[in-house]
Structures are given as structure tokens and as C-alpha cells.
């Protein structure tokens, strides 16, 4: 009883660890996100690689806590760097995060997060090989639908439905009305989950939703998803920086 009593101990405290480093991590790229610093957010994932290279491996490996971490730290660098037209690191990126997801679809052929993570990474190839748009973009949709299908409510799953709908061309089955929709729900749901507080990709929403606004010319609507941004980050420099001044040339 009293090994058993110690195991569990142990047990807990390495759960308590794990979820320490985890916790470090994400508030460190949530610090990133907020200052624009995509530099230290590279830092960050080469720490948690060197992390996961060291991990034991073990019945779950394939989908251990740290690896779900990079997957969503690699999706998170691929926009920035695509921006700035470094594509072989891109690629490099979207390589190690496609290794990941499809070691846990091969695992869990349903799995609607990673169905949705692999539909975006497929967006990702787009960009970066526009001669592939056709033919990836229908993997990307139909992933994405896949995912939703599977699980209507899952964050991952709406994003995703959100972004293909958005930025896919009207006849390639786009909508941005819809895909405006979708954002709005997974925002919803991330705050029925209550999980808001330093969420990056809960800012990362609002921002696309701030911009599905004004990319349609709608002053009123973007100014309110701004001002709900800025409250809910008021340090957040890129969309106080990029986004308002340009709402703010709208007209009424």
C-alpha cells in the first residue's frame, strides 16, 4: 500500500512538472503573439524541441502534451513567416508539424483537432505553392469539413471551416459570410470553455474577425470587434499598430 501510496506521489508530481513546463511555454508565446516578437517565438520552439527529443518513449508517444504544443507552435509561426516570404523555413515548419499530426491521425483517423490542423498545414503548402492552390485547397476544404463533421463544437474544426470558407475563392466554394460565421462560433465557444484569459488564438480570433470586417467595408462591425480586442488585450501592438488606423479610414 505504501509503494503504491508513493508511485502515485511521484505520478502527480511529474504531472504537476509537465503541466509547469506547458503552462511556461504557452505564456511565453502568448507574451510573443502580444509584442509581435516572432523571433522569440522561434526560441520558444527550439526549447520545446529539444524537449521532446529528450522525452521517453512510451505507449502515448505519439501524442504526448509537448508534441500537441509544437503543432500548434509551428501553426502558429507558419502565417507570420509566410508573410515575410521565408519559405523554406515554412516549409521546414510545416514538414515537422505534418509529422506530428499524421502520427496521431494514424492513431486517431478521427481525431477532428488534428483533422482541422491538417487542413490548415495544407493551407499553409498554398502559400507557399501557389500552382498547387486547386489541388490542395480541396484537401484543405474537405478536411476541414471532415473535422467538423466529426465534431461541430470542436475549436479547431470551426477555425479551419472558418478559414477555408473565408479565403477560398466563390467558385472553389468560398464564402466569407460563412466563414465570418464560423470564427464568430468558435469564439463562442472558446468562451463557454472559459479559457480567454492570455489565449492566443482566442486573440489571433478576434483579430480575423476585426479583419473579416473590414476587408468587407463594414466601419461600424470592425470598430466594435476591435474594441473587443483591445479589451480584451490592450498591449496587443499589431491590430492597435495595423488594423485600426486603417478601419478608422472606412467610410460611415
Avoid at 499553409?124 to 467538423?148: D, P
Avoid at 470587434?225 to 491590430?239: C, D, G, H, M, T
Wanted: proline share 2%; glycine share 6%; hydrophobic share 40%.
Amino acid at each position: 500500500m505504501e509503494r503504491k501510496k508513493y508511485i502515485l506521489i511521484v505520478f502527480l508530481l511529474l504531472i504537476g512538472l509537465g503541466l509547469s513546463a506547458r503552462s511556461k511555454y504557452d505564456n511565453a508565446i502568448y507574451d510573443s503573439y502580444v509584442k509581435g516578437d516572432m523571433i522569440g517565438w522561434q526560441q520558444i520552439i527550439k526549447l520545446a524541441e529539444r524537449d521532446v527529443a529528450s522525452e521517453r518513449l512510451g505507449q502515448f508517444s505519439y501524442k504526448s502534451p509537448l508534441k500537441i504544443s509544437l503543432i500548434n507552435y509551428y501553426y502558429g509561426v507558419c502565417g507570420w513567416l509566410i508573410s515575410q516570404k521565408e519559405n523554406k523555413l515554412v516549409m521546414e515548419y510545416i514538414k515537422k508539424g505534418e509529422r506530428y499530426i499524421d502520427d496521431i491521425l494514424d492513431n486517431e483517423p478521427d481525431n477532428a483537432t488534428f483533422l482541422a490542423y491538417k487542413a490548415a498545414f495544407k493551407g499553409f503548402r498554398i502559400a507557399v505553392s501557389n500552382f498547387k492552390a486547386i489541388y490542395l485547397g480541396m484537401q484543405s476544404m474537405n478536411l476541414a469539413k471532415r473535422a467538423y463533421g466529426n465534431d461541430p463544437k470542436n475549436v479547431r474544426a470551426l477555425i479551419e471551416m472558418g478559414n477555408v470558407l473565408f479565403y477560398s475563392p466563390s467558385f472553389a466554394g468560398g464564402d466569407k459570410n460563412r466563414g465570418l460565421e464560423f470564427y464568430e462560433r468558435a469564439v463562442e465557444e472558446i468562451e463557454k470553455s472559459g479559457s480567454t484569459a492570455e489565449n492566443w488564438q482566442y486573440l489571433s480570433l478576434l483579430t480575423s474577425i476585426t479583419n473579416a470586417h473590414y476587408e468587407s467595408g463594414l466601419k461600424k462591425e470592425a470598430l466594435k470587434a476591435y474594441q473587443k480586442a483591445n479589451s480584451v488585450e490592450p498591449r496587443f501592438l499589431w491590430i492597435k499598430e495595423n488594423l485600426y488606423p486603417k478601419i478608422l479610414q472606412l467610410r460611415d
